[in-house]
């Protein structure tokens, strides 16, 4: 597919077939994905694929609770729907630390918080990742949708998961 048809026609998909999806196709958008630009070509990201059904049951009960617990609300669909999805990839931003990073936190320590919460270079190296993710499902004839409402419950995700913070690694379940 044309890059600039990909871009014009790429679209957030919210409800999915039942069909497996095979994960060495995922498997290989990832590995594709990781050419993203990053800052200091750092490849601060890491990648969870999620088949389970319970899990992502789990998860979404999880989101569910503490949507309800903070808001005193039932969780609108947008939040959830990702556990009827075949495959899920939890993206996870590794810790970036750039060769300005130390100096700037002992030389000014105001510019080194703008950078590291405001510029974020980490989030936006993960954000072209998940980008590229996009644009390789896409192309390869698969719906997918970005969602952040799901880390309303980012601890809670985490440990069903079993991210351990800073931990580097690749998990695959079925």
């Known amino acids: ?26 498997i290989k ?28 049951g789990r998860m979404r009960k999880e989101v569910d609770e503490v949507y309800r617990t903070v808001t005193g609300k039932d969780t609108p669909g947008v939040y959830v729907f990702f556990n009827e999805a075949p495959i899920v990839l939890a993206i996870v931003e590794k810790p970036y630390i750039g ?45 997918a949708c970005w969602m952040t409402g799901p880390l309303i419950a980012k601890q809670e995700l985490e440990d069903i998961i079993g991210i351990k913070s800073p931990t580097i690694s690749l998990r695959l379940s079925r």
Not at 128 to 139: A, D, E, P, Q, V
Request: overall charge positive; aromatic content about 8%; charged content about 25%.
């Open 29 to 56: 958008i990832i590995e594709i994905s990781s050419n993203a630009p990053s800052g200091g070509n750092s490849q601060n990201w890491f990648t969870y694929i999620i088949k389970n059904k319970d899990v992502l």
């Open 1 to 26: 597919m044309d890059l600039t048809l990909a871009i014009k026609t790429r679209k957030s998909i919210r409800r999915f077939q039942k069909e497996d999806i095979d994960i060495s196709q995922i």
């Open 99 to 143: 060769s300005i990073d130390n100096i700037l936190e002992k030389t000014d320590k105001d510019r080194n918080f703008v950078r590291k919460f405001i510029v974020n270079p980490g989030l936006q190296s993960v954000s072209s990742f998940i980008t590229h993710i996009l644009l390789l499902c896409h192309n390869e004839g698969l719906g």
